[in-house]
């Protein structure tokens, strides 16, 4: 049996924080999602906490009457607790060194590994295809788990919304993006 599960990154939202809502054209993007996913099975929707990821997801699961379950290990991934001026490199830096941790933070390695039980979980459900929705950080940690090559570089491609694929068939994992702009 062949199973996918779709990772997508939240739509275009009005901030970063677990509040933070979509912008209208944010919304507009989450029922572009429901047009996308017309041609792919999605037996289960599994998303981040925070109301961004929610509100991308939520008119898929209501075009095809399928609950969201929340998940807090698809919460996004804390650089750290401090304003970091230089974010960016200090980003970078922890796609070299997995464990690399900033004051209030989370390692690459940490937020990997939640989020791989999800997805991990999701390949032991007997389902065709699972949506997971979550965040920028969190979403390239985990592709570039499965996909060495993805990396900091793939992290500054994702777009907002975004969409990988993850099948497993004969116990291998394949990654392709999806979606198109």
Not at 2 to 22: F, K, M, N, S, W
Request: proline share 3%.
């Amino acid at each position: 049996m062949t199973q996918t599960i779709y990772i997508v990154r939240h739509c275009e939202a009005t901030g970063q924080d677990p509040e933070a809502e979509l912008t209208e054209q944010g919304a507009d993007q989450a029922n572009e999602l429901v047009k996308f996913f017309e041609i792919y099975t999605v037996d289960r929707i599994i998303s981040s906490p925070y109301i961004r990821a929610i509100q991308s997801i939520k008119p898929l699961s209501e075009a095809l009457n399928v609950n969201v379950e929340v998940d807090n290990r698809l919460a996004e991934r804390a650089l750290s607790s401090n304003d970091l001026p230089d974010w960016k490199e200090k980003l970078e830096a922890t796609f070299d060194d997995l464990d690399l941790k900033f004051e209030g933070g989370e390692s690459n390695r940490e937020a990997l590994t939640r989020g791989r039980e999800v997805i991990e979980e999701a390949f032991e459900n007997d389902v065709d295809g699972t949506v997971l929705v979550s965040h920028g950080g969190i979403i390239s940690i985990l592709l570039s788990h499965y996909g060495e090559e993805f990396g900091f570089l793939g992290f500054e491609s994702l777009t907002n919304p975004d969409v990988y694929a993850l099948t497993f068939h004969n116990k291998e994992i394949n990654i392709k993006r999806i979606w198109e702009e």
